[in-house]
């Protein structure tokens, strides 16, 4: 009967609480958070591991509700990485910690899907708050840099869209109309938007964005537009 009911107090653990998935450079760092979160019974560790080629898969491999990486690790992350692993299944979040109060970095982390950006200061509770908070649907952030993300939104609204390198664009292939089309689709157009702006059909916008998706081997138009980003603000 006690097995039983160890069992039944394991399961009910497992269900509830936060699963996580941890990449972590630093072996001694990866252990201690490790420890940490599983002697809080609020989560489950699901993976712990170093970024290496088998990072993803390890990772693709589990179920999990929050990765959790550090900055050393984000810093070698491959294109898309983060926002492929999230996509595998709904309701995935991310969350950095160690970071740089960095405004760039901080926008790629946004634009790869990230819900959580914690700096260098930042304690093991303040690591456990914000993937509590972040699974339950809020993003968290340092004030300074949300100021940064308000003043790039308002920024790019302003000037009517993303600012292409003309360099990158001929780079990656894309004419003028498919540059005009990109810098629309990073502001949130739908196809009908984007017609009605450009003066084209929907059938014709969406032939545009498929055409754009296949010569940036993207799997999504969000993909597309985070390629174009993340090498605009390399190349800039």
């Not at 609480?17 to 940490?36: C, T, Y």
């Not at 983060?82 to 910690?97: C, M, N, Y």
Request: hydrophobic share 45%; with cysteine.
């Amino acid at each position: 009967m006690v097995p039983e009911i160890m069992k039944l107090q394991k399961d009910s653990r497992t269900s509830t609480s936060i699963k996580l998935f941890l990449i972590i450079e630093n072996r001694m760092l990866r252990e201690a958070m490790s420890a940490i979160f599983r002697q809080n019974s609020d989560f489950t560790v699901a993976g712990s591991v170093r970024h290496s080629e088998l990072a993803y898969k390890q990772a693709a491999s589990c179920q999990w509700d929050v990765l959790l990486a550090d900055q050393a690790s984000a810093a070698i992350f491959p294109r898309n990485f983060v926002g492929d692993l999230l996509g595998l299944t709904p309701g995935r979040k991310a969350v950095l910690f160690g970071m740089d109060d960095d405004s760039d970095v901080f926008l790629r982390a946004i634009r790869s899907g990230v819900s959580g950006y914690l700096l260098g200061e930042a304690s093991a509770e303040d690591a456990m708050t914000a993937v509590q908070r972040v699974n339950a649907g809020e993003a968290v952030c340092p004030p300074v840099l949300c100021h940064h993300l308000f003043q790039f939104v308002a920024r790019s609204t302003r000037e009517g869209g993303m600012i292409l390198n003309q360099r990158l664009c001929n780079e990656l292939g894309l004419t003028p109309r498919q540059q005009q089309l990109v810098a629309l689709l990073a502001r949130g157009f739908t196809n009908k938007e984007i017609a009605g702006s450009m003066r084209l059909s929907e059938f014709t916008v969406k032939n545009h964005v498929h055409r754009i998706m296949r010569q940036l081997n993207a799997q999504s138009r969000y993909a597309a537009v985070q390629t174009v980003c993340e090498q605009n603000l390399v190349a800039s």
